[in-house]
């Protein structure tokens, strides 16, 4: 068979025989229970069905399996490979905005102290490290979503910039406070219990995330409130701009306790939900 452009009753479009007659075909073999007519579909992709397969009925079946057909994750997989840049390649030219550089003192003799000279030398040091996605630079950890884990642990989701991120690495915590028109950054040490990868629903631990790539952190729920910069650099003092989300309300409602025993972990809870 040749493509061409010009339609005509015998051939028809392509998308159409292609892609939406298969489709039709399977929906319609699903909807009237013609299971032999499913396999024998689903064999031409190189797939089967299966016993458990076999067991469901009409939209149950249709969910399992149309993926098969149209396989939504390697779709997504295959965009994000060819559309978004890699790491080593967008940090070069997005660092400028995603970081704060620390703004020396105005009073001439504090720019010409030693010690400020040395901290603006190796706050460059860190920035070059970025910019070029260096495994084996200073840490520079952007955390920006608290997550709920298994047996009431909080994960903190980022992205490493530069450096390698390790289990039991002593690091620090930038997070910034909006307080009335000003910002104010506080710094805490805290030791990474576990360094884990997220896979879909779960988490996979691991000893060491290089840069480049996103990890799952546990141990900052005490010192980081939903967002904020992990590093191992005594130069940065600020860290990376925070990320500002205008979402209004949907719903707003009140809730108490049945039982006052309760409204410790209602508290818990509720304090939880702010922090994620």
């Avoid at 390649?89 to 703004?103: C, D, I, V």
């Avoid at 001439?108 to 920035?127: A, G, L, P, T």
């Avoid at 000893?207 to 546990?218: E, F, I, R, W």
């Amino acid at each position: 068979q040749k493509w061409s452009k010009e339609s005509t009753v015998v051939s028809g479009r392509g998308f159409c025989k292609f892609i939406l007659s298969p489709i039709s075909k399977l929906m319609t073999a699903v909807n009237k229970g013609e299971l032999d007519l499913v396999a024998q579909l689903l064999s031409k992709l190189g797939s089967k069905l299966t016993k458990d397969d076999q067991k469901l009925q009409r939209k149950e079946l249709l969910k399992a399996v149309m993926p098969r057909m149209i396989p939504l994750g390697l779709a997504l997989l295959e965009m994000v490979v060819k559309h978004l840049p890699s790491p080593a390649e967008a940090q070069k030219y997005r660092m400028n905005l995603l970081y704060n550089r620390t703004e020396s003192n105005t009073d001439e003799e504090d720019q010409s102290n030693d010690k400020e000279i040395e901290r603006q030398k190796e706050e460059d040091q860190v920035i070059e490290a970025m910019k070029n996605c260096d495994a084996n630079g200073p840490v520079m950890l952007y955390v920006s979503k608290m997550t709920p884990a298994a047996e009431g642990r909080v994960f903190g989701y980022g992205r490493v910039f530069s450096g390698t991120v390790k289990k039991g690495q002593r690091v620090t915590v930038l997070s910034s406070t909006l307080v009335g028109s000003k910002t104010t950054t506080s710094a805490k040490e805290v030791v990474i219990k576990n360094v884990a990868i997220s896979m879909g629903r779960s988490f996979m631990n691991t000893n060491s995330v290089p840069a480049g790539n996103t990890v799952c952190l546990d141990g900052l729920d005490k010192a980081l409130n939903k967002a904020g910069t992990l590093t191992t650099s005594s130069a940065v003092k600020i860290g990376f701009k925070s990320m500002n989300f205008a979402v209004s309300p949907v719903v707003q409602c009140a809730v108490s306790v049945k039982n006052p025993v309760d409204l410790v972990h209602l508290v818990t809870g509720l304090r939880r939900l702010q922090q994620t």
